[in-house]
């Protein structure tokens, strides 16, 4: 079977604040056809531990039109115009990933990570191009929320038994999140 070859620049179909529908022309057993694909600006998620314990928000989501349990987190860049710039400078995602994942732990939760480190890079899949930077945060300094206008998000803290139980039964509806926090509780037994 052949492998499908890039046949010149790919062009933007659409393009929104912070998603964009992208068309790669390709060559396939001489046939040329675009491959489409969504691409978003990538986030962060972070799991916050204490005691045994990891810090969830209840966060008030608009696409699920009710409260949903979540990793504290958020986009790395606002819109993906950021995006792109920080890629053509060669910039270091990653680099933009951990100060982004440091600014939404201080908004969403308050705390002020100390020992922060990144375990995890979650794809979403081959046609959606959206990447989320997952990180540890292991000791911290506690503030005060400083929510965004529209933002009902509550931090509460749950055991390690609890969360394993709220992935399980839907509770937390980021099946990415979902994943990687089984992993990380399965790791620490």
Not at 83 to 109: P, Q
């Amino acid at each position: 079977m052949e492998v499908p070859k890039r046949a010149g620049k790919e062009r933007i179909a659409y393009k929104g604040r912070i998603v964009e529908i992208v068309k790669q022309p390709m060559l396939v057993g001489g046939k040329r056809f675009d491959f489409e694909l969504a691409r978003r600006s990538p986030g962060v998620r972070l799991l916050i531990v204490k005691n045994n314990k990891i810090l969830l928000t209840k966060e008030f989501r608009t696409e699920l039109k009710k409260y949903d349990y979540r990793l504290p987190g958020g986009k790395v860049f606002d819109t993906i115009g950021e995006y792109h710039s920080a890629l053509k400078k060669k910039g270091d995602v990653l680099a933009h990933a951990l100060n982004a994942a440091r600014k939404e732990c201080k908004e969403e939760t308050g705390i002020t990570p100390i020992k922060i480190k990144h375990i995890h890079t979650s794809e979403a899949g081959a046609t959606i191009s959206w990447d989320l930077f997952y990180f540890l945060v292991s000791e911290f300094k506690v503030g005060k929320q400083s929510l965004g206008s529209g933002e009902a998000i509550y931090p509460e803290w749950h055991s390690f038994a609890e969360v394993e139980k709220m992935c399980l039964d839907g509770k937390i509806h980021e099946d990415r999140s979902v994943a990687v926090l089984l992993r990380f509780l399965l790791s620490s037994k």
